[in-house]
């Protein structure tokens, strides 16, 4: 297996992504009731360990509870906000893994095209992305911040 790139979570992403590993190896170990394996239960069961897989990778290239620095540049762990460009429209998301709920806010993992896009970017600087029908939009980033300096944890 190839390893990816580390991804930004919140602690509480962290502890959701452990729970639903647990319950899936769970439901792995304690395997069908039934001997006879149809079509759907192996379906099923790949379907679970390929989630297994993907969680375990994940939770092993994390970087959690730790803030990038407020330094204004546009990455994972970061809550942008952005301007698209030609309206008054903006809206702000936190960059980082959408494997997981964020609290109240919008998730765009680095991989999309606005993340890819943004990723690097400074307050004030104007970046460009394709939207899958292939019309390009011009957005200009207005702030970035520490996902914890904009959330408080109870």
Known sequence: MTSSPPIWLTTHAREQLEAELTELLAAETAGDPETADTQDRLAARHQRTARIAHIRNLLSNAVFGEDPPDDGIAEPGMVLT?????????????????????????????????????TGARRGDQRRYQVPNGTEIAVTLLDAVPYGHTVTTA
């Open 82 to 118: 952005v301007r698209y460009d030609g309206t008054d429209d903006t809206e702000t998301f936190l960059l980082g893994s959408r494997d997981a709920e964020h609290a109240d806010l919008e998730v765009y993992s680095p991989d999309s095209p606005l993340g890819a896009a943004l």
